[in-house]
């Protein structure tokens, strides 16, 4: 591949913009690799069970020779991300201002950068309510400069939820959907009113664009809140997800085609992808869209894998009604300018060039019709009933005048 087209689609790839205030991501274009995670569960949602021994990491890196010095604060979100009327004491044990002190330099790697580390709780900062949290992470000097922030939830497990996943569904038949059956056991809750006061929310594999919410249930069982039969909770079943792995710098490995150098970047050109919708499926065990940080000859991949320049390349028509982002973790699941795919006339296919750090990451391709606000899997990757899908459930309580929503429970179904 030319190196002057390489070093053109990396500049068109631009900087992430937020698109919503409490969203996941960097505004920041130095800060890469962010990740929050339970160190017992890598590839599970972000959750916290209040009043335990539950912490959860904060990764990140930011590109530079020397260190920077950044604080973080909290802020409490609602079932829908707005954030709460509530002031930081009435959320927090602490002040709502802490010390990101757990920081090193990158070693033996092209691109220097410093890796940081934060675990939440800690001894200056605990949460002391339930529900939707924002991490917000910032420069000493510049408290208002937003360089990076992140999701996460504390839960108190008060409700009893089980569940079902089916691909006989009310729309088909072991085609190409996937159905859920819950039950939400309020009995120990505290609730007063499950049937009007409930708010279930649904999300399949991370994805923030089809995530859905229901207010209510088909019908009540006792203390048991039962949904089922309701449209949304028919999802498009996917397929499963991409994998490729950048672990050397030395040789191709899965999903890589070449590994070249071109100053002052090493570039993991992936093996060419097609769209799978019209392919039989075929099962692959994947972390449903997650990633590890890993360089396969380090004892510290947090500071000794490299960033590279991976090339992402689809050949497929092009489809004016569309546009092709590519979703996984690694992208925040953001439908911005840096998941967008560009469309090379020339080579037939779309492209995109990210900077990534050397590592497993699982992707998949989503097409998002002009004007929409979600993306969908049947144009390229199919929807296979077979898929295995995770799908996360949160169950809050939202009184009426209530000035913040409880999280009661969460539960991972597959």
Same mark, same amino acid.
């Given at each position: 591949m030319v190196r002057s087209l390489l070093i053109l689609l990396f500049s068109l790839a631009?900087?992430?913009?937020?698109?919503?205030?409490?969203?996941?991501?960097?505004?920041?274009?130095?800060?890469?690799?962010?990740?929050?995670y339970r160190p017992d569960d890598p590839f599970g949602p972000p959750v916290i069970r209040l009043?335990? %021994?539950?912490?959860?990491?904060?990764?990140?890196? #930011?590109? =530079? @020779?020397?260190? !920077?010095?950044?604080?973080?604060?909290?802020?409490?979100? %609602?079932?829908?991300?707005?954030?709460?009327?509530? #002031?930081? =004491? @009435?959320?927090? !044990?602490?002040?709502?201002?802490?010390?990101?002190?757990?920081?090193?330099?990158?070693s033996a790697t092209t691109v220097h950068y410093v890796n940081y580390n934060l675990v939440i709780p800690n001894g200056d900062i605990r949460p002391k309510l339930s529900g939707n949290y924002l991490l917000q992470i910032y420069p000493e000097s510049d408290p208002e400069n937003i360089w990076a922030q992140c999701r996460f939830m504390v839960s108190e497990e008060k409700v009893s939820v089980s569940g079902n996943v089916t691909t006989r569904t009310d729309v088909d038949y072991n085609k190409s959907h996937q159905q859920l059956e819950l039950a939400v056991d309020t009995r120990e809750s505290g609730v007063s009113d499950p049937f009007n006061d409930l708010f279930v929310v649904v999300q399949q594999n991370g994805r923030l664009d089809n995530e859905v919410a229901l207010r209510q249930p088909l019908r009540m069982?006792?203390?048991?809140?039962?949904?089922?039969?309701?449209?949304?909770?028919?999802?498009?079943?996917?397929?499963?997800?991409?994998?490729?792995?950048?672990?050397?710098?030395?040789?191709?490995?899965?999903?890589?085609?070449?590994?070249?150098y071109f100053d002052p970047y090493y570039y993991h050109e992936l093996q060419a992808d097609e769209p799978r919708n019209e392919v039989q499926y075929l099962y692959d065990r994947t972390q449903n869209g997650g990633y590890v940080i890993r360089e396969y000859n380090s004892s510290d991949s947090d500071t000794e894998a490299d960033y590279t320049v991976v090339v992402f390349s689809l050949y497929m028509p092009y489809d004016l009604e569309l546009t092709v982002f590519l979703d996984g973790d690694f992208t925040m699941r953001?439908?911005?300018?840096?998941?967008?795919?560009?469309?090379?006339?020339?080579?037939?296919?779309?492209?995109?060039?990210?900077?990534?750090?050397?590592?497993?990451y699982n992707y998949q391709y989503l097409a998002v019709p002009t004007g929409a606000r979600r993306g969908y899997t049947a144009q390229i990757e199919g929807d296979k009933?077979?898929?295995?899908?995770r799908y996360t459930v949160k169950v809050y309580e939202r009184k009426p005048g209530s000035r913040a929503d409880r999280l009661l429970g969460v539960v991972t179904l597959l």
């Open positions: 631009g900087i992430a913009l937020m698109a919503d205030d409490t969203m996941t991501g960097t505004p920041c274009d130095r800060v890469k690799s962010l990740r929050i009043g335990s %021994n539950d912490v959860l990491v904060v990764n990140f890196d #930011v590109l =530079s @020779e020397d260190r !920077d010095y950044l604080r973080y604060r909290l802020v409490h979100c %609602n079932a829908d991300w707005s954030k709460s009327t509530l #002031v930081d =004491s @009435e959320f927090l !044990d602490g002040f709502n201002e802490g010390e990101i002190d757990d920081s090193r330099f990158s069982s006792g203390t048991v809140s039962v949904y089922e039969h309701q449209p949304q909770l028919i999802f498009e079943a996917g397929n499963e997800y991409r994998r490729m792995e950048t672990v050397s710098t030395q040789f191709p490995s899965m999903g890589v085609e070449r590994v070249e953001r439908f911005d300018d840096n998941a967008r795919m560009n469309y090379n006339r020339e080579r037939g296919c779309y492209e995109r060039l990210m900077l990534l750090k050397q590592g497993a009933y077979q898929t295995v899908n």
